[in-house]
């Protein structure tokens, strides 16, 4: 079998990209190791930056976004016993939207579908070989039957534990931070306790108060990096979210059924450079962001739109200039997100061996953010993203 772009991975990443490829006549085809079920129903982080939703209406995928995601302009920092507001829209022009994860997933699954895409789930033993060659492979197996794709270019969008990291090999560098913390994310039937999101700064920990749907809430409360999520009872996650928002918020957190529970790990990490030959990384697969800045999913269809633009070029003038800037592109992206996401993280969190000077230099931070013009710019700049011109 033969393809233009063979893609590694159906998460928002490679979706994306068989989308963009698509409308821009570039055959390709994409291979995923788990189930289509298992991809539509991960859940991951929910919040997109402003020209993300313009992406998906721009390029045909937006109708049910534009219906159900919830359209934020600002956003609530809780320290002190009280609710501090930033209006993004006011210090940038843009906001943000909260459209989870998998409903992306959903929504781009089905339209490469009624497009008649390539796309084959629950394939197995997948490899990558001759990347360096003008006709890199992709084998697997696919109901007992061996399969091989002869494509012109691959693209690794298979995320952190994927295969298309380690293939890049030796050449590459890996930049990483590990933090010594992680969140427990729950998703519960409940009613918002603001209109907004609201990151709250603790004594105890960080928690965080997002949204998916008007009657159902997500919340995620800093614990060990190692937490079993079964330590924690219904009652403990709600007792111990009240104590750490604090103020209003607290007064009008009403308990509801708690239907999803899980552990996230914190780290940052880059690999350097995205590309080795005709083999190009994208999303997590090259890089991982702790949640706190909610730029994962953002950067991986930053990194998307770079790649369709620079194979565009390729296939209808002949322009290889993007597909060799492609790495040097995403990255100059990538570590100012690195950078926002390690300071929102380090801005909230309680560090072990945090100490008064620290906690107080935290506040301090905090106070400034919220009251100072030129912070509030720079935050929300950065939190509702950063323009996706060429670089
Ligand atoms: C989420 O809704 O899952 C979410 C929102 C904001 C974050 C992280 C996660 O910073």
């Known amino acids: ?171 590459a560098t890996h930049y990483e931070r590990e933090y010594p913390f992680g969140w427990l994310g729950i998703l519960a039937e409940a009613p918002p306790v603001a209109d907004e999101l609201i990151y709250a700064w603790h004594e105890r920990g960080f928690a965080l108060f997002s949204m998916r749907s008007p009657s159902i809430v997500r919340y995620y409360l800093q614990c060990a990096p190692d937490e079993d999520a079964d330590k924690w009872s219904d009652a403990r996650i709600w007792d111990e979210l009240a104590i750490r928002l604090g103020g209003d918020a607290a007064s009008r957190l009403k308990p509801g059924r708690i239907f999803e529970k899980g552990v996230t790990a914190m780290r940052s990490f880059v690999c350097e450079p995205m590309r080795q030959g005709r083999l190009f990384l994208a999303g997590d697969a090259a890089h991982i962001v702790p949640p706190t800045g909610a730029k994962g999913m953002n950067l991986a269809l930053a990194d998307v739109v770079f790649l369709s633009r620079a194979l565009t070029a390729h296939y209808s003038e002949g322009n290889d200039s993007q597909l060799e800037n492609y790495s040097k592109t995403c990255l100059r992206r990538v570590w100012k997100a690195q950078r926002f996401s390690w300071w929102m993280t380090q801005m909230l969190h309680r560090f072990n061996a945090a100490k008064d000077f620290d906690m107080r230099r935290q506040m301090a931070e905090l106070d400034y953010v919220t009251s100072s013009e030129a912070a509030m710019t720079s935050l929300s700049e950065n939190y509702a993203g950063l323009p996706m011109a060429a670089a």
């Not at 490679?14 to 129903?41: K, N, P, Q, V, W």
């Not at 937006?62 to 006011?90: P, Q, T, V, W």
């Not at 895409?117 to 033993?125: I, K, S, T």
């Open 1 to 171: 079998m033969r393809t233009q772009v063979g893609i590694v991975g159906a998460g928002p990443a490679g979706l994306m990209l068989s989308h963009l490829l698509h409308r821009a006549g570039i055959d390709t085809f994409l291979i995923e190791a788990r189930s289509r079920d298992y991809c539509e129903a991960r859940i991951r982080a929910g919040l997109i930056e402003q020209w993300v939703v313009d992406l998906l209406s721009e390029t045909g995928i937006g109708e049910r976004m534009k219906r159900e995601a919830m359209f934020h302009d600002g956003i609530y920092f809780s320290f002190d016993d009280a609710l501090h507001h930033i209006n993004l829209r006011k210090h940038c022009g843009r906001g943000v939207a909260v459209y989870g994860q998998q409903e992306i997933v959903k929504d781009l699954i089905a339209r490469r579908l009624a497009d008649d895409g390539q796309l084959h789930f629950e394939a197995q033993g997948m490899t990558l070989a001759d990347i360096d060659s003008r006709k890199p492979t992709i084998h697997f197996t696919k109901d007992g039957k061996q399969q091989t794709i002869e494509c012109d270019f691959i693209a690794g969008c298979d995320g952190f534990h994927g295969i298309a990291r380690p293939a890049i090999g030796g050449i």
